[in-house]
Every structure is written in structure tokens, then in C-alpha cells.
């Protein structure tokens, strides 16, 4: 439907397509989604990944798990801790050092 309306798919639009069809044990749809986010030069993170090689193990893929598997070297993680360039940005390095600040009583 995206590629149907002209617009061309992200990464993040690709992880969510996976995520949905693997939350409903649709493991061959996601592999598929996965394989036309490679063929994008697009990776997912690590997190979609191990979701998609969880799922197709349970649906008793197992050569497809494998496969999918292997190419995590070359998976990712994709979202930065903090997005740079820009004065309001937080990282939650920041948000764990404002709480210990906040609960230490000297």
C-alpha cells in the first residue's frame, strides 16, 4: 500500500511491519517484510530481529531462523541513545544521573 501511494518505506516502518505480523504468529509475512528490508539496504535492531528468529522458531522454521540468524553480524542497532544536534535532547544516561543526584541527601 506504501510503495502503492509513492512513498518509500523506512526502516521503522519495516521493524513495526515485522513486530506486527510476528505478535500475530505471522512469522512467514514478517520474514518476508524482513527479506524486502534487506533488499533496501535496511537492517532492523537487534530487538526486531531476535523477534523474528523467535517466532519462526516457534512456527517450526527453523532453517528460516537460521538464515535470519546469520545475518545478525550485520544487523544494527539503528535508534541512538540520544538524537545529537540538539539543546533539549536527553539521554537516559542523563535521566539515571538526575535521579541519583536527586535521592543522594549530602
Same mark, same amino acid.
Given at each position: ?27 512467514? *509475512? ?11 539496504? *535496511? ?9 523474528? #528468529?523467535?517466532?519462526? !522458531? ?9 538464515? =535470519? ?8 542497532? *539503528?535508534?541512538? #541513545? ?5 539543546? !533539549? ?6 535521566? =539515571? ?10
Amino acid at each position: 500500500m506504501v510503495r502503492q501511494s509513492e512513498l518509500e518505506p523506512n526502516a521503522y516502518m519495516y521493524q513495526m511491519l515485522i513486530r506486527a505480523y510476528c505478535k500475530r504468529e505471522r512469522a512467514a *509475512l514478517a520474514l518476508r517484510v524482513f527479506e524486502d528490508m534487506r533488499g533496501a539496504d *535496511l537492517w532492523p535492531n537487534a530487538a526486531t530481529k531476535a523477534l523474528l #528468529v523467535k517466532s519462526l !522458531w516457534k512456527e517450526g522454521k527453523l532453517r528460516e531462523a537460521a538464515a =535470519v540468524e546469520e545475518k545478525g553480524e550485520e544487523v544494527r542497532d *539503528l535508534l541512538p #541513545v540520544a538524537l545529537p544536534g540538539h539543546v !533539549w535532547n536527553v539521554s537516559s544516561a542523563d535521566l =539515571v544521573m538526575e535521579v541519583v543526584d536527586a535521592c543522594s541527601f549530602k
